[in-house]
């Protein structure tokens, strides 16, 4: 499966902006997906996931409550609703699926086999 993220932009501290990760290549549905941010110097961080077969949703605790994952599998695409922002959410946002991942390793990069090529997010205070 081929990943491609967009939506990224800049906005101002209390903003939205909806994330978009479209595939291409298989059938969305079958892949469970999260969303991984990076800033620079910093370590890749688990935001959120959607599980393939059950649709539960996991977020990290700094974007619980202001961030929602959602999947349209029409357009065979995966979406971040990003409420509330904060200058502390400024990073790069990719997207990355996988198959076969287990619940308990969900909120970990190294876990996941396909990767989106990112898209800049910045707050601005």
């Known amino acids: 499966v081929q990943l491609q993220a967009s939506g990224g932009g800049l906005v101002q501290t209390g903003g939205s902006l909806r994330l978009s990760c479209a595939a291409s290549?298989?059938?969305?549905?079958?892949?469970?997906v999260g969303w991984f941010r990076q800033a620079p110097g910093t370590e890749r961080e688990f935001v959120a996931a959607?599980?393939?077969?059950?649709?539960?949703?996991y977020y990290a605790d700094s974007v619980k409550g202001r961030f929602t994952i959602s999947r349209d599998n029409a357009k065979n695409t995966v979406y971040l609703q990003m409420n509330s922002l904060k200058p502390e959410d400024t990073a790069v946002y990719l997207c990355?699926?996988?198959?076969?991942?287990?619940?308990?390793?969900?909120?970990?990069?190294?876990?996941?086999?396909?990767w989106g090529q990112g898209t800049q997010v910045t707050v601005s205070s």
């Open positions: 990355a699926a996988d198959r076969g991942i287990i619940t308990s390793s969900i909120t970990q990069f190294q876990h996941y086999d396909y």
């Open positions: 290549g298989s059938t969305f549905r079958s892949y469970t």
């Open positions: 959607l599980k393939r077969s059950s649709s539960s949703t």
